[in-house]
């Protein structure tokens, strides 16, 4: 499985033919891989190129039907026919073929190096155990199904709870006046835990009735927020082996992100573009949930 940083960070290229070389696979030292399977105007293709393309496809198993080998065999001849035919129009002089060339080879490179670091530093049973207590431990016993409006100033947030309190719908106010992405579904979050919000949001969830709203603006980084608790539920946190592959990747993800920040530490950068203004923040109330993303850790019930 290709590791989640390496498809965002590092393979997220757009390169089309070999993002495939850039995650070589694993049968590719096959005993035979020096020996030819075809030869496509007097250059063979051999064992070992095939095996690293059908593992880019992920054909890993080293006990592949000959119909899927073959399969896989005709590709490579397009690929080498389409690449001899490019080599003689002189296509590898463009500037553009040679950047791409670069960057593929980098790619490949800086993804090798990966492996070998999180095989040097593989992440531990007890490391796993150890998130998932914490990770079920910050998820807290409640589920809550809440709605929001989420507005830049507290003033207007402290007059939208006026509003409310004349009786005006909630729906309608976050459907005119919200800046978050729930707007347009009046607010609607949906199920949550404590563990995906911010503190302070999750604060305000826990102490509030259901069928309530704050009587306060609630501030986070996102700006501030009106918030009604529609219901509640107990909350079942998912077993361990639900969650062990999610741990296993974000404990990855920790592991290599750590290590290219050290690398950048002792890396001498200058930027020469100009500034360029922060990414935008997920979406506002909820930093480990984004627009149309299931949550980071999907309740069990």
Known sequence: MRHPILSSVLLGTGLLLLGA???????????SANQAVAIVNGHPIRRGLLDTFLGARGNHSPHLAPAVQHLALQRLIDIQILAAKGRKAGLLHQASARNTLRLQREVLLANLEIRHYLKTHPVTK???????????GNMGHHEYKVRHILVKKRALAARLIADLERGAHFSALARKYSVDTSADQGGELGWISAAQVTPSFAKAIRVLKVGAFTRQPVHTQFG???????????LTPPSFAQMHDRLLDI????EITGFITHLRGQTKVKILLPNVPPAPPTRPGMPNVRPGMPPAVPPHH
């Open 126 to 136: 007890t490391d796993l155990e150890q998130a998932y207590q914490k990770t079920v």
């Open 21 to 31: 070389c850039s995650h070589p696979a694993k049968n590719g030292t096959h005993p």
């Open 224 to 234: 501030w927020h009106v918030i009604e608790l529609q219901a509640k539920r107990n």
């Open 251 to 254: 404990l990855r993800n920790k």
